[in-house]
């Protein structure tokens, strides 16, 4: 997108002699052009798998300069002798006993020839011996025995790990309710059978890659890519010292010989005054996340080793409570606790993983009658003197619930199909505001109904005469993913704020692209500067939202030696269109951070959508001999990753090869007539071989499968008002708007429409609530 000129809207007069400017026309045609020439080859491709969510607000120290060799791995058993206390209480915990040999003694599920009947599958367990086995559907649908080689946790649930060779260990998706002495389905209602993503069999229940490194210590996958198979290894089961302190070698060689070493010897300080020492530790099993590469080196900052998820909407409500399976980092970095510098061990013992109080004990360490906090350490300037355990505070009958601050302050969801998990943002309920957001909320959550209306009614009472707060981070981002009047001011006005958390900036930044202007690439361009690693990862892609890649080259070049390796790699990818051209001085800081990224998705070589990355970046390299090789090992680790066949198909029909591509995604719609993304491809390519009638059927049988992705009901309507179908091309248009209000593409095209079939007032409508939206867009200039 070229720069913006530097003009507001009060800069425009107030009528004008056409309904569009010259460069909301060029730019509606641009879109409807790019759509049927280059949009197809770009539409469906996956993003990079840069996993990313939280920072801390201070870097993290570099490690003192070693007098010894690096540290290394040591058997845990000597911890004991020093740290008597420290392993009684992690002894019997959920961490020690997060992964454990299948043996009578750790199994606790019923293998007594017992049955379970799914919706899709049934499975039969049984032992031999001291062996438990599991007859149960395998990859080809057949039913067959595997063994289980490992637990999985103990309460409230045991899932099994199976052996089915080449070193692969899968997640069972039966596992054992240890509260209820019952099978259950982990993904009831789904009826996940031999062909479904979630079956136990899949990728994407493979436990080398999925689970294993977060209940263990000292993990290595251990991929042969050669081979497809694994030699995955490990310290010890379970999460021991190591696992958090990192390793032991020179800690040992400290006490020992009693020398004087930085840390006692280990890596990383615990016990740093920086909470996000501490917590970035325990971030990196407690996000939601990706990896960067097989394991992580203690010490380092966590985004040198994985990418955490920002607050999207597919993981998170508007108000940043969990939605999807996020864990407990996620929110923890939204919250004013977070802020003043609770770290987790003030609220759990991080050796037996439990409160360090009973009931609201944990609380009233800071919120209590003193108004202070007992932890030192703490901010606690703006915490007030009451007692905050108490019926005038909390409302509720003591005792029962609503009486106990994690009841309304941590509410939470069920996953796995039984593991409650609280929130840990710590909001403060309001079933006003989340009423009107489509929010969660802890009172009408236990108030339904009647008596739902009731409690707001009350709560709007007792809040009658608070101070008016200023506009709130929720708020807008209801304004601004609903597409509502004023979306691109509250917007703007959330990234002016000084004391915005830096998991909410990085999320808002990832909305600028829908509200292009000066201002928007301004608030980009400075956040690339944030001390936050996560919000200049963020300010990287928004930035290269907005200009073309000869552009970027001055904003993002200096990133290139960021210290961090997130911030480093996604910006040489967004320079890759530069790189060899015009990137003078920093071409070689370029070709390093490249090459980071190369070793990145190289290291994840088991995963289908690194090698689709791969391919990805080899072309755009001009390495050509290397893009098909690796988008057909793409679909060798997982025959059932479309945008890797979509990608080869589109591959194949550039390089001269129509026949095999169109081949290819006939065989794939044959076995997979679901699958919206293989429609939708094959819609395009048929346009592209001038079979417009055929295309919009596949085009059209996309959408149904798929009614809520805007982007193929856009491409409908563009192919649809191509072929002269205006009318139902303005429908599908309007339909998508409805969907996706913040569509800013789909009212470019839509004012389109309406002038084409003479509509001239509706379009006039569509541009003037776009004007209250985002009176500053680039193309109302």
């Not at 280059?38 to 120290?61: G, S």
Request: aromatic share 8%.
């Amino acid at each position: 997108m070229p720069k913006t000129k530097n003009k507001t809207a009060a800069d425009q007069p107030d009528s004008r002699p056409t309904l569009i400017s010259r460069y909301l026309f060029a730019a509606i045609v641009a879109v409807i052009l790019v759509v049927l020439a280059v949009l197809w080859l770009w539409l469906d491709r996956p993003q990079p798998v840069l996993p990313v969510a939280y920072e801390p607000k201070t870097a993290i120290a570099a490690p003192q300069a070693k007098q010894t060799a690096p540290a290394q791995m040591v058997d845990e058993q000597q911890c004991q002798g020093c740290h008597n206390e420290q392993v009684k209480d992690w002894q019997g915990s959920h961490h020690q006993l997060a992964m454990q040999a299948a043996t009578p003694q750790t199994m606790l599920a019923d293998f007594d020839n017992a049955s379970f009947k799914g919706e899709g599958e049934s499975s039969r367990f049984f032992r031999q011996g001291d062996e438990f086995w599991v007859n149960t559907p395998g990859p080809d649908g057949k039913a067959t025995d595997f063994k289980v080689a490992y637990t999985f946790g103990i309460a409230p649930l045991q899932q099994y790990l199976l052996d089915v060779g080449d070193g692969k260990l899968q997640a069972l998706g039966v596992a054992w309710d240890t509260e209820k002495n019952r099978w259950f389905h982990l993904y009831p209602g789904q009826g996940v059978d031999f062909k479904n993503p979630l079956h136990w069999s899949k990728p994407s229940q493979n436990a080398n890659f999925m689970c294993v490194e977060c209940h263990t210590t000292g993990y290595k996958r251990n991929f042969d890519a050669a081979t497809n198979s694994f030699n995955s290894h490990w310290n010890s089961l379970g999460v021991g010292c190591q696992a958090c302190h990192g390793p032991a070698s020179n800690h040992v060689l400290a006490v020992t010989n009693k020398r004087d070493l930085p840390h006692s010897g280990f890596d990383v300080d615990l016990k740093s005054k920086d909470p996000a020492v501490e917590i970035e530790t325990c971030a990196r099993c407690h996000a939601r996340r990706a990896p960067l590469g097989d394991g992580f080196t203690a010490g380092k900052r966590l985004m040198d080793d994985y990418l955490p998820s920002v607050l999207t909407r597919e993981l998170y409500a508007l108000d940043g409570k969990i939605k999807d399976e996020v864990f407990e980092h996620g929110s923890f970095a939204q919250s004013k606790m977070f802020d003043k510098g609770v770290r987790c061990s003030n609220c759990h013992n991080p050796h037996s993983t439990e409160l360090k109080a009973p009931g609201n004990a944990v609380c009233v360490q800071c919120h209590n009658r003193a108004g202070k906090a007992a932890i030192a350490g703490i901010d606690d300037k703006g915490l007030q003197a009451k007692n905050y355990d108490s019926v005038e505070h909390h409302r509720h009958t003591e005792g029962q619930p609503g009486s106990q601050c994690t009841d309304c302050h941590m509410p939470g969801k069920f996953y796995m199909g039984n593991d409650f998990r609280h929130d840990h943002s710590f909001g403060i309920p309001n079933p006003v505001r989340a009423k009107t957001l489509g929010t969660p909320d802890a009172c009408l959550t236990c108030h339904q109904g009647k008596a739902g209306d009731k409690v707001t009614e009350q709560f709007k009472l007792w809040t009658a005469h608070d101070a008016p707060q200023a506009a709130r981070y929720d708020e807008s981002l209801w304004l601004i993913r609903g597409g509502k009047p004023g979306a691109a001011q509250a917007l703007y006005e959330q990234l002016q704020r000084g004391n915005l958390p830096a998991i909410q900036r990085a999320t808002l930044l990832a909305e600028l692209a829908n509200y292009p202007s000066e201002s928007a690439l301004k608030l980009a361009s400075k956040d690339l500067g944030n001390p936050a690693p996560q919000v200049r990862e963020s300010a990287v892609r928004a930035v290269s939202a907005f200009l073309p890649p000869t552009e970027r080259i001055a904003s993002l070049s200096p990133l290139l030696t960021d210290s961090v390796r997130a911030v480093r790699i996604i910006a040489a990818r967004n320079l890759q269109g530069s790189a060899g051209t015009g990137l003078g001085s920093a071409q070689d800081a370029w070709a390093k951070a490249i090459g980071e990224y190369e070793a990145v998705q190289l290291s994840l070589a088991e995963r289908a959508e690194s090698n689709l990355n791969l391919a990805m970046l080899y072309q755009a390299s001009g390495r050509n001999s290397e893009v098909e090789p690796m988008l057909r090992t793409a679909l060798l680790r997982d025959p059932d990753f479309f945008p890797a066949l979509v990608t080869l198909a589109q591959w194949l029909e550039a390089s001269g090869r129509g026949a095999e591509a169109t081949a290819l995604l006939d065989n794939a719609l044959q076995t997979n007539p679901k699958a919206a993304l293989l429609q939708h491809s094959q819609g395009l390519a048929l346009i592209r071989a001038g079979q417009p009638g055929q295309a919009m059927t596949a085009l059209q049988k996309a959408v149904k499968l798929e009614p809520d992705n805007g982007q193929y009901r856009y491409v409908l309507a563009v192919a649809l008002h191509q072929s002269g179908q205006v009318d139902q091309a303005c429908e599908q248009m309007e339909e998508l708007l409805k969907r996706q209000p913040a569509f800013r593409d789909a009212r470019l095209a839509l004012i389109q429409f309406y002038l084409d079939s003479g509509q001239e007032p509706k379009a006039q409508v569509v541009l003037q609530a776009w004007k209250k939206i985002n009176p500053e867009d680039v193309a109302l200039k």
